[in-house]
């Protein structure tokens, strides 16, 4: 790790221990320390409670991509999805399994399945890094799918949904057009900016 690297880290230190150190001062001066002291413990029940579920749904996706790679169903995927992916990604050689999982990814994004999204996203960054010799430094495509990744076109965005479920909403299929609509452009605009500062980092 650089010097850069350790002053940024210790900036973020001081600056959460600063906010911390207020808050707690704030609540003493203002008398309501009771009620952080409530507000703490049940945010710790509900950060464990929210790691226990996501490590299910975790083991769960990667246990399916598993079966689907001993398949032979992700290698089928690379296959037929390597024609459409090849310009945004020459720099992985022909034929190579990441492939399927860039385009599972998107298929898992495309459908609002952020929690089988996240282990896939894992594994093709696995996968890049491998194409890249192990280096720490992002390469090209690494780049390149972290943006498709982050401004995904979303049809049917799930949870979105289903919080509107839970809280009673009229209709909460109605963020369904407004979804396609705005990530649309997004997924537009990342891949502009990642071919125009890959053309900047070619010249």
Not at 26 to 54: D, H, K, R, Y
Not at 141 to 170: E, Q, R, Y
Request: hydrophobic residues 50%; aromatic residues 8%; neutral net charge.
């Amino acid at each position: 790790m650089g010097s850069t690297e350790k002053g940024a880290d210790g900036m973020v230190s001081a600056a959460f221990a600063f906010l911390m150190l207020a808050g707690f001062l704030f609540a003493a001066v203002n008398g309501t320390m009771a009620e952080v002291n409530t507000a703490l413990f049940q945010s710790m029940e509900q950060s464990i409670e929210l790691a226990i579920s996501l490590a299910g749904i975790l083991l769960f996706w990667t246990g399916v991509m598993k079966t689907a790679e001993a398949a032979g169903m992700v290698k089928g995927l690379a296959d037929a999805v390597q024609p459409l992916l090849r310009r945004l990604f020459p720099d992985i050689p022909d034929g190579h399994v990441v492939f399927g999982y860039i385009a599972s990814n998107m298929a898992a994004n495309f459908f609002g399945l952020g929690n089988a999204a996240t282990p896939i996203g894992l594994k093709t960054m696995r996968e890049l890094k491998k194409l890249n010799n192990g280096q720490d430094t992002a390469s090209r495509s690494m780049i390149t799918f972290l943006a498709l990744n982050t401004a995904a076109i979303t049809l049917i965005p799930t949870t979105v949904i289903a919080i509107g479920l839970k809280n009673g909403a009229s209709d909460p299929t109605d963020i369904i057009v407004p979804s396609l609509l705005a990530t649309i452009p997004a997924f537009v605009f990342a891949i502009m900016l990642d071919r125009y500062y890959a053309f900047r980092r070619r010249r």
